[in-house]
């Protein structure tokens, strides 16, 4: 979630959480993703990280009979909500630019322009996830273009302010 603040400084979050449950099949999928959120913080992202759960499911297939565990991302889309409010709620802001497509923030998002019709919101949708329903909700949102993705990725490789260097592994 991009905020721009009254002082036109922005205050950029962002959610997330590590995948430690597929470090099996990709054992250094959890390794890039934090070089990642330390590249980010070092600008002054403020990152929240959420959790997967890991859930027993059971094979549709009356015949089956087998279960399968499978991992969902918890808590991301509450936390954006409730960071929404937070800085409408604090005057941090007057406009909220959410990267999303996820159509659970919904219900947050009707809620703040509830409760803050001088507050404006817009949604970023990432390439390829537009959602009509979530356009409809806040009107000035826009699409990514997937050329933007190349144009505003870290340098390789990425120096932090205490001059760490982070390469960029090929899948950034």
Not at 21 to 35: F, G, N, Q, S, W
Not at 44 to 65: T, W
Not at 67 to 72: N, V, W
Not at 103 to 109: R, W
Request: hydrophobic share 40%; proline share 8%; with cysteine.
């Amino acid at each position: 979630m991009q905020l721009a603040t009254k002082r036109n400084w922005p205050i950029s979050t962002i959610f997330s959480a590590l995948a430690t449950h597929i470090e099996a099949l990709d054992p250094d999928v959890t390794a890039r993703h934090r070089r990642l959120i330390k590249c980010l913080e070092d600008t002054g992202v403020i990152v929240g990280l959420s959790r997967f759960k890991p859930r027993q499911i059971r094979c549709p297939e009356p015949r089956c009979g087998k279960t399968f565990l499978k991992h969902e991302e918890k808590e991301t889309d509450v936390a954006i909500a409730v960071k929404l409010l937070e800085v409408f709620l604090k005057n941090e802001c007057d406009t909220a630019v959410l990267v999303t497509g996820d159509t659970d923030l919904a219900p947050a998002v009707r809620t703040a322009v509830s409760l803050f019709p001088t507050k404006r919101i817009l949604f970023a949708f990432p390439y390829l996830r537009k959602n009509k329903e979530l356009s409809k909700l806040a009107p000035g949102s826009f699409t990514i273009d997937k050329s933007q993705y190349a144009k505003y990725q870290f340098p390789d490789p990425c120096i932090l302010s205490d001059g760490t260097a982070i390469g960029k592994p090929p899948s950034w």
